[in-house]
Nanobody, 120 residues
Framework: QVQVVESGGGLVQPGGSLRLSCAASGSIFSIKVMGWYRQAPGKQRELVATTSSSSTNYADSVKGRFTISRDNGKNVVYLQMNSLKAEDTAVYYC???????????????WGQGTQVTVSS
């Protein structure tokens, strides 16, 4: 069993900051990629940021405002969001691509999502 759990969402005013956290746990042999996606009402889920041992990627819409970081020892990924805008309002989902210990298969896992609302 593998669990991916997010925390840190909430309501923030435009221009404010918020930090999301995500922890992966369970039968994990190694994690290849961790990251964040988001889905706004009526829109498709979109990439926000991902990080691996070789690269870090950001959506153009968040570059310079959001920072993704990872604590490899704890299988935790963070998303520091600064200068938040109303258009950042969405449900944010944590993503992990990992190899399971019991079958050594590469699989994708998602968290349950955390709501981020940017409003005055």
């Amino acid at each position: 069993q593998v669990q991916v759990v997010e925390s840190g969402g909430g309501l923030v005013q435009p221009g404010g900051s918020l930090r999301l956290s995500c922890a992966a746990s369970g039968s994990i042999f190694s994690i290849k990629v961790m990251g964040w996606y988001r889905q706004a009402p009526g829109k498709q889920r979109e990439l926000v940021a991902t990080t691996s041992s070789s690269s870090t990627n950001y959506a153009d819409s968040v570059k310079g405002r959001f920072t993704i970081s990872r604590d490899n020892g704890k299988n935790v990924v963070y998303l520091q969001m600064n200068s938040l805008k109303a258009e950042d309002t969405a449900v944010y989902y944590c993503y992990a691509q990992l190899i399971r210990t019991y079958d050594r298969r590469l699989r994708d896992y998602w968290g349950q999502g955390t709501q981020v609302t940017v409003s005055s």
